[in-house]
């Protein structure tokens, strides 16, 4: 229970406060920056903490192979084969003393400024182009807050890669170098930049037990040093640390075991989030607030399905086509020798 | 008859197509390395599972589109389906069926292999007239599938459940170009048996039992797959209105039967229907090697709408059989 003491009026903006607090929940009044959770982008509202309001696990709720669940909330997930006119996205909190910018950057390079929603499940929307052209392939989402918490200069940064793609507008993208790969923002001060996550097609690539190559950035440079954390919506976590290159490497792990084979799904979407973090030892004054250190903390978050080599049999496959030849050839053979006839000349004695 | 024309009746069309073959099959297979894409709705097996091809088979789109309930198929989406419908056939009229004799992959293929075979001194095989009747109309079948199969994903027929969406594309599962061609770029990932699913594993062992029977088949018979190839059968549907004509002039035809014994496919009619004009069958490829071997002058043409593009004449025919018997 909580004593409210002193004047009417001081117990009255105590109350507000108090108030305040429970209606806005998205709004974080940590005082420790060591606190602070890392800013993370989402299709669902999050919780402050970051966990998916959806209520339910998202591996539990994919789509079986037998057909939809009926009457069961679905995970929110996007498809990188329907295009949809506006993108929306949740963000789990924001400082309410920190400056918070979102920035879009869309296939072409153009960065646009999406409109941001703060206060009570904070979020971001943007408009897409319809149709083909410059715009068509991935557009990188970040949200940067930045702000100087008990002496620190805290920047932190939510990223999200959405792909907007229609398989109908054809896939000329795949001749471009900067549309299949993975692209940075110069302005961005800290940024994960993960390589090979999607096809020449742009379709989803990553499965378990790739090898991941992360790089971290910092204004466009590489950041030696920063810790890199991936973790899978299963729980397994894995941190290492990036070189001088800025890039660090994690092999993803295969956590995907349903309870029997027809309930494998091969298109089944597990999820991961990349968190980096880094702390520099840098003074200065931001906005008249002096600050002794900087600590950077990014997430960027992807999807990930069953290896291929969880259901696919390349002995099998060599097998039948070997049999079938073989077993055809032979048939063609023995055919061919049956229907030989012994020559039979007829000699005339004249 | 012009210098030119003469010149060109006398050449080895056999000759020309080959080196054609090489070209459009580097074209379709590696023409992404150069970023060049003709289109997404090719009459020819450029297969989309070859990642950097220079063209994809209309085959695979049409079954997307064959996929979606009819609600949708004749709202806006129909136009789509008619967009990419009018662009396969503009594509296929502009060159009628030498689409199969001179660009289809699997068709060089086969091609590569009967060289093979010859060299090694192995004999071919021929069906006879009731079986080749037989067997060229499994590919109307197949066709029928590869559309009926689709809209059952989308559409429920009789009441009975919708087919789930390992369905999708039932004949690029079996077709010898999803497990051959990406072998050409070094994929070998299409010739793995899935096991994700049941659907999905008859599929990818019916694709390998056909890739193996694809090769043999192949070796002893020219052009094997061809009769049983259901784009084929969908070129046919618009042959007439294509722009490249095989005109037979009926009262030059000797039926000395050349043109049936050069004929890779096996087509009978080449030589013993006198009375049509236009000579292309439904199993015709276009490769012309009928009128290579005709020794009768302008008894068998290719014409690009009047524009004559080869033709028969003994000038030509006795030309290439004294290079034959030279060995050149």
């Known amino acids: 229970m909580i004593a409210f003491t002193g004047n009417t009026q001081g117990s009255g903006l105590r109350l507000f406060v108090l108030v305040l607090l429970i209606l806005v929940p998205g709004v974080s009044t940590q005082a420790n920056y060591r606190d602070l959770v890392p800013l993370r982008l989402s299709l669902a509202p999050l919780s402050s903490a970051g966990a998916e309001d959806c209520g339910h696990d998202p591996v539990q709720d994919s789509v079986p192979a037998t057909g939809r669940p009926q009457g069961r909330p679905r995970p929110a997930q996007e498809s990188e084969h329907r295009p949809v006119p506006t993108r929306t996205y949740h963000f789990n909190e924001h400082r309410r003393q920190a400056d918070i910018k979102a920035y879009v950057r869309r296939p072409d390079g153009?960065?646009?400024?999406?409109?941001?929603?703060?206060?009570?499940?904070?979020?971001?929307?943007?408009?897409?182009?319809?149709?083909?052209?410059?715009?068509?392939?991935?557009?990188?989402?970040?949200?940067?807050?930045?702000?100087?918490?008990?002496?620190?200069?805290v920047m932190r940064?939510?990223?999200?890669?959405?792909?907007?793609?229609?398989?109908?507008?054809?896939?000329?993208?795949?001749?471009?170098?900067?549309?299949?790969?993975?692209?940075?923002?110069?302005?961005?001060?800290?940024?994960?930049?993960?390589?090979?996550l999607w096809d020449t097609n742009f379709h989803a690539r990553v499965t378990s037990g790739n090898q991941?190559?992360?790089?971290?950035?910092?204004?466009?440079?590489?950041?030696?040093?920063?810790?890199?954390?991936?973790?899978?919506?299963?729980?397994?976590?894995?941190?290492?640390?990036?070189?001088?290159?800025?890039v660090a490497s994690v092999q993803l792990i295969r956590d995907y075991y349903p309870p029997?084979?027809?309930?494998?799904?091969?298109?089944?979407?597990?999820?991961?989030?990349?968190?980096?973090?880094?702390?520099?030892?840098?003074?200065?004054?931001?906005?008249?607030?002096?600050?002794?250190?900087?600590?950077?903390?990014a997430t960027h978050p992807w999807k990930y399905s069953p290896s291929k080599r969880d259901y696919s049999s390349y002995s099998y496959g060599l097998l039948i086509g070997i049999l079938a030849m073989t077993v055809s050839g032979v048939g063609v053979y023995t055919y061919r020798e049956r229907r030989k006839r012994p020559y039979k000349g007829i000699l005339f004695d004249e | 008859m012009n210098s030119l024309q003469k010149a060109i009746n006398s050449t080895s069309i056999s000759r020309f197509r080959?080196?054609?073959?090489?070209?459009?099959?580097?074209?379709?297979?590696?023409?992404?390395?150069?970023?060049?894409n003709i289109g997404d709705e090719l009459p020819t097996f450029a297969c989309v599972y070859t990642d950097l091809r220079g063209g994809s088979c209309y085959l695979l789109g049409f079954q997307h589109q064959m996929a979606a309930p009819f609600k949708r198929m004749f709202s806006g989406r129909g136009i789509a389906i008619l967009i990419g419908l009018a662009t396969f056939v503009g594509f296929f009229v502009l060159f009628n069926k030498t689409w199969c004799g001179f660009v289809c992959p699997i068709?060089?293929?086969?091609?590569?292999?009967?060289?093979?075979?010859?060299?090694?001194?192995?004999?071919?095989?021929?069906?006879?007239?009731?079986?080749?009747?037989?067997?060229?109309?499994?590919?109307?079948?197949?066709?029928?599938?590869?559309?009926?199969?689709?809209?059952?994903?989308?559409?429920?027929?009789?009441?009975?459940?919708?087919?789930?969406?390992?369905?999708?594309?039932?004949?690029?599962?079996?077709?010898?170009?999803?497990?051959?061609?990406?072998?050409?770029?070094?994929?070998?990932?299409?010739?793995?048996?899935?096991?994700?699913?049941?659907t999905k594993m008859i599929f990818t062992v019916l694709g390998m039992a056909v890739t193996g029977l694809f090769f043999a088949g192949s070796f002893v018979k020219t052009r094997f797959f061809c009769l049983f190839c259901p784009m084929s059968a969908f070129q046919y549907i618009f042959s007439r209105a294509g722009l490249i004509r095989l005109i037979k002039d009926g009262e030059k035809c000797t039926r000395c039967g050349n043109c049936y014994r050069a004929c890779d496919v096996g087509i009978r009619a080449i030589a013993d229907d006198?009375?049509?004009?236009?000579?292309?069958?439904?199993?015709?490829?276009?490769?012309?090697?009928?009128i290579e071997v005709c020794p009768e002058g302008g008894c068998l043409k290719a014409k690009f709408l009047t524009l004559p593009l080869y033709e028969s004449t003994s000038a030509g025919f006795f030309k290439r059989m004294d290079g034959k018997n030279n060995g050149q």
């Open chain 2, 274 to 290: 006198v009375d049509s004009k236009n000579i292309v069958k439904d199993d015709c490829m276009m490769c012309f090697k009928c």
């Open chain 2, 18 to 36: 080959f080196y054609f073959q090489i070209a459009a099959f580097i074209l379709l297979l590696y023409g992404g390395y150069l970023a060049i």
């Open chain 1, 110 to 153: 153009s960065v646009i400024e999406p409109e941001l929603r703060l206060g009570v499940n904070p979020s971001l929307s943007f408009p897409t182009l319809f149709g083909d052209g410059p715009v068509h392939g991935a557009n990188n989402v970040y949200v940067v807050e930045q702000g100087v918490d008990d002496s620190v200069f």
């Open chain 1, 157 to 196: 940064t939510a990223k999200w890669i959405t792909m907007h793609h229609s398989c109908r507008w054809g896939h000329d993208g795949k001749f471009d170098e900067t549309l299949i790969n993975p692209q940075s923002l110069d302005t961005i001060p800290f940024e994960i930049v993960v390589d090979e």
């Open chain 2, 107 to 198: 068709g060089t293929i086969q091609d590569w292999i009967t060289k093979l075979r010859r060299k090694l001194g192995i004999r071919y095989s021929t069906y006879s007239e009731p079986v080749f009747q037989r067997l060229s109309k499994i590919k109307y079948i197949l066709l029928a599938l590869l559309i009926l199969i689709p809209m059952a994903i989308g559409n429920s027929f009789f009441g009975l459940p919708k087919l789930n969406h390992d369905w999708g594309v039932p004949f690029c599962m079996i077709c010898p170009g999803r497990t051959v061609l990406p072998l050409f770029s070094g994929d070998f990932s299409q010739l793995a048996v899935d096991f994700s699913s049941k």
């Open chain 1, 260 to 297: 029997s084979w027809s309930e494998f799904h091969r298109t089944h979407r597990g999820r991961f989030l990349v968190t980096a973090q880094y702390d520099a030892d840098q003074q200065g004054v931001y906005k008249g607030k002096p600050y002794e250190h900087i600590s950077y903390v």
């Open chain 1, 212 to 246: 991941l190559r992360i790089r971290i950035l910092s204004f466009g440079r590489p950041v030696q040093g920063a810790k890199v954390t991936l973790t899978t919506d299963k729980g397994w976590s894995k941190t290492v640390v990036s070189d001088k290159e800025g």
